[in-house]
């Protein structure tokens, strides 16, 4: 075995059980072996440096099973407004908002601070001094514009779209500025200030650093955040080293052509030393608070019976093109009847081939949980959306399905113990990328979610690791310690398969490892 280029010691190791060693060795971005610490003496070599853990407890590298680094730069520009509770509190914060190049933009705004009434630009108007805003709601796929930037963008009524997605209008067919989903949203998107391509490269090399000192060691990123994207994290690699490991998985939209799925297929030879191209990324429906969500019955609105893709046996379609051309799928799929869909899409695929996983499942019903196992389906979930709801059902998101649907909330446990891999993540920026919220929201889920569907503590901490790894297709290069695998490593001061939840959601990482290489120190 060559001399290590790094060594960690007195450590409790985890794979993710308790294995009773306490050293691993590190060289050329690979484990190359685990014992114990008197082993270790004898690995060590002149150019080795060795890191005393102080008894902490190591596990595989926590990889974030759902996330939008790159692309969510962009959502999270200008004021954030996740703290923004009721209206009045929101038109005293856009009073006085930082103007970009003229323009008032926020992110991360509740549906709940509308009260139930529609969101309208009128609710705003009065307070920006005639300035364009747009304003992102925390789910992402849904906004307010005001009437200057309506005007700017020459929207000045209802239009067609190929994808679900609406320029609500009222009655006389004016818009009220509430835009839903991503291509009606896409209109204002080009007259938006935009940053330099130096600024970019630096906020997002931070914020992998603050991912990284949170226990990431990697994200399964489900965009490709733009054209330019494989060449700016060609050029961060060509200074240094990414701080992540980044699976990226570009979009494919209702109306691709077999050329444009073509394509899909091609990108996937794109790759970096710690990121690649590695499967696509669907829609079949939208969210629950904007009346996009498909259900098998209507909301309580009345909404919720369409597609994404507005024929949904060519979504379908193009998963049998990729998945003939070995390319996995990752569906986003929030409400029961898309569940199914892309399920019954997989199930006609056949044994065999790279593996699919459905994205979110907020709702699911007791005849659909068992079918995940048996078609090999990852379920991704995101427990941190718990907290956008509450028990009592009085939030936008269980109002709109009601009592019963509300009640099959985040079924993450009820997945796990049907036999589901279960892949843990946080959405970011819909919610905060820190690993250990994921990890303390899995066990003690918020909101609508009841508390019997969290997961002990080794579930969550297995949904950031094997499982992850199983959703990547990734299980023989990581997810675990041993030797041969991936030096993606995390090392916590207190044991996160044990400890309360409440412990483990602020526990100080002691040592992140990403690609053998320290990507923060405790």
């Not at 990324?281 to 019955?297: I, R, S």
Request: aromatic share 4%.
């Amino acid at each position: 075995m060559p001399a290590p280029d790094l060594v960690l010691v007195n450590a409790r190791v985890r794979t993710p059980e308790l294995t009773g060693h306490t050293a691993v060795a590190v060289h050329d971005g690979l484990i190359t072996a685990v014992g114990d610490d008197t082993e270790a003496r004898d690995w060590r070599g002149a150019g080795t440096e060795t890191v005393d853990l102080g008894g902490a407890t190591l596990t595989p590298g926590l990889t974030d099973s759902h996330s939008h680094p790159v692309w969510g730069l962009e959502m999270a520009t200008g004021t954030n407004l996740s703290a923004v509770r009721d209206l009045d509190e929101l038109r005293s914060v856009l009073a006085t908002a930082e103007r970009r190049d003229g323009w008032i933009v926020g992110f991360g705004l509740d549906h709940n601070v509308f009260g139930g009434r529609p969101i309208h630009r009128e609710q705003i108007e009065d307070v920006l001094g005639g300035a364009p805003a747009f304003l992102r709601l925390y789910d992402g796929h849904s906004a307010l514009a005001s009437e200057a930037a309506l005007k700017a963008a020459g929207i000045s009524g209802p239009r067609t779209f190929a994808q679900r997605s609406e320029i609500v209008c009222d009655g006389a067919g004016r818009p009220t500025g509430h835009l839903i989903e991503h291509a009606a949203m896409d209109l204002l998107t080009p007259l938006l200030p935009s940053r330099p391509y130096a600024e970019r490269r630096d906020r997002l090399v931070d914020l992998l650093a603050a991912m990284a000192a949170t226990g990431l060691t990697g994200a399964h990123v489900m965009d490709l955040g733009g054209h330019d994207v494989p060449g700016l994290l060609a050029a961060v690699e060509a200074d240094g080293d990414l701080p992540l490991r980044l699976r990226l998985a570009p979009w494919c939209m209702p109306g691709a052509t077999a050329d444009e799925l073509d394509e899909l297929v091609r990108l996937q030879e794109r790759s970096g030393r710690l990121w690649r191209v590695g499967g696509v990324k669907f829609f079949m429906d939208g969210t629950v608070e904007g009346g996009t969500a498909w259900l098998e019955h209507a909301d309580c609105h009345g909404q919720g019976t369409d597609a994404f893709w507005p024929d949904p046996a060519a979504y379908s379609a193009a998963v049998h093109h990729l998945h003939e051309a070995g390319v996995g799928t990752a569906t986003h799929a929030i409400g029961d009847a898309a569940v199914r869909h892309v399920l019954d899409t997989v199930e006609a695929l056949g044994a065999g081939g790279p593996r699919h996983r459905i994205e979110h499942i907020e709702t699911v019903p007791d005849g659909q949980l068992g079918r995940f196992a048996a078609l090999g389906v990852v379920a991704s979930m995101q427990p941190p959306h718990t907290a956008y709801t509450r028990a009592d059902h009085t939030d936008e998101w269980s109002k709109r399905l009601g009592d019963v649907r509300a009640d099959r909330a985040w079924r993450c446990r009820d997945l796990r113990e049907a036999g589901a891999r279960l892949a843990l993540g946080s959405d970011w920026p819909i919610a905060h990328h820190d690993a250990r919220q994921v990890l303390a929201t899995a066990q003690a889920p918020r909101g609508a979610a009841s508390a019997r569907h969290g997961l002990t503590g080794l579930m969550a901490l297995e949904g950031m690791t094997t499982h992850a790894a199983i959703a990547a297709g990734e299980e023989h290069l990581g997810g675990r310690i041993a030797p041969g695998l991936r030096a993606d490593l995390t090392a916590f001061t207190l044991d996160p398969a044990t400890a309360p939840a409440d412990e483990s959601e602020g526990a100080p990482i002691r040592l992140t490892v990403a690609g053998g290489r320290v990507t923060h120190r405790g």
